[in-house]
């Protein structure tokens, strides 16, 4: 279990690191690759304090180096879903599971909006993790729609479950479903439902039937990483101690709003740390 | 007339800076020489992201290097009063006068506690600037106390107005004061007053009878820097734009409370930047 599990691995995820580190506690960064970075594709960056003159691909590099430099354990992989158990949170990384006793989200920008209906069957059909909530549909017809290649493991096991499973990928090309998997070419547009249940969701023009849609996203929205996690719609809220609603969980960089700067990220990056660090000491 | 005046000259000054001129506003610096700030005397610093196993000193001169090269202004000062005049702001630097559109206040720590009675009769007998109150004190008693040597300058001025000038210096040698100024060397312990005037100061075991009360400070207590500042009595309230609650005042660093760390210092100078900005453009 470590101290301290950290989602991201931009600025903010990297000085979170150094700075738990620096308070002595165990942290595992859980992120994409440093080129996932909206950082990584600057061509100039030149606001972040003694550090002029750098693109962003060589300011990452120096910012993981020295996280690197100071033990910072790194965990390559996309976080579909994140859940409270009372004293610590299990963390599902591509389905390997892990355990923290506190959170800080470094997410970045909430680019996922989602689509109609999405967020408000959340729960109700719309789901994030196959892994977690697959089970549910034992029989049942489910559709998942995949923003990358992991979609299609999640499809595969579904269709190991389901009656009927019907994969909408959102990229090509799409390489290893199983022949049982039925694969729709479209653009979701909306989920759609009667009362708490979903009953199907609108792909371009075709309403396909089902019991449940499964989202494998790129970047999972906030509220639907961590459950009850309070946002202003589109940023997580935090106060001045990066604290959110949720204890035990901290925020800090672009997820906490704008402006979207470096100095800003790192900023925030370290008092999530030291917040962090002070309410594991808190509940020891 | 600057479009930023920034108050103070650590990590948070300097990033404030070198972001002020990065959305092309004139900006100028007034502080202390670097080495006055806390981080120049730090051995070792290894929590500001990117920028590993450096000393203070090595950093901070990597920090000015940067304001420096993006063209910030800097104007050696101890600042000792910032008057609001409307659309700008005046302020006492040494006693020459500058204006700005907005303020930034990067003053760090808070280390003037100030002796009993000194809050309760500011305004009232208590002064911060002989050069914008000694008038107020003709043919009447005052008492200076100089935590530096500008004080005996505070004390030469006031002693062509005044019909008696005792002067307290808190630091040694004193050097050029004026033959009809008084020496009293001691710690001062209390402002006296009777309802809304001053009577006096204790001295030690004496008590020194006067009209006014001049502190010649290395660092003016927020609240007294900037007249209706609010602070919570120890840091200046700040929202998460790093707006105070003064229009066009902001402020970023120690000055706003813990932790009191370089990340944090400049990830805030930059927000305050930006929002002074954003202020300047909003009130064209």
Known sequence: M????????????????????????SVCVFGRSLDS??????????NYLGMPD???????????????????EF?????????PMGDRFMINADNEF??????????GLNKSRGIEGEMEYLGKGVSYCATCDGMLYRNKKVVVVGEHEEGEAE?????????????????QPVLNLKENVTV???????????????????VDDE?????????????????????GLATDGKNIIVDRSMATNLPGVFAAGDCTGAPFQIAKAVGEGLVAALSAAAYIDANK
């Open 2 to 25: 470590f101290d301290i599990a950290i989602i991201g691995s931009g600025p903010a995820a990297l000085s979170a690191a150094v700075n738990a580190r620096q308070r002595n506690k």
């Open 37 to 46: 970075s909206l950082l990584f594709a600057a061509e100039k960056v030149d």
């Open 54 to 72: 750098l693109s962003g691909e060589e300011m990452l590099n120096q910012f993981y180096a020295h996280a690197v430099k100071r033990g910072v």
């Open 75 to 83: 965990k390559e992989s996309r976080i579909s879903q994140i859940m």
């Open 98 to 107: 892990f355990e923290a006793k506190t959170l800080i989200l470094a997410i």
């Open 155 to 171: 499809a595969n096991f579904l269709a190991d479950v389901c009656e009927k499973v019907t994969y909408v990928p959102l990229y």
């Open 184 to 202: 729709l070419n479209g653009k979701p547009k909306s989920v759609l439902g009667e009362g708490i249940r979903v009953t199907g969701i609108q």
């Open 207 to 227: 309403m396909v039937e089902c019991d449940g849609i499964f989202f494998a996203k790129n970047s999972t929205p906030p509220e639907s990483l961590v459950f």
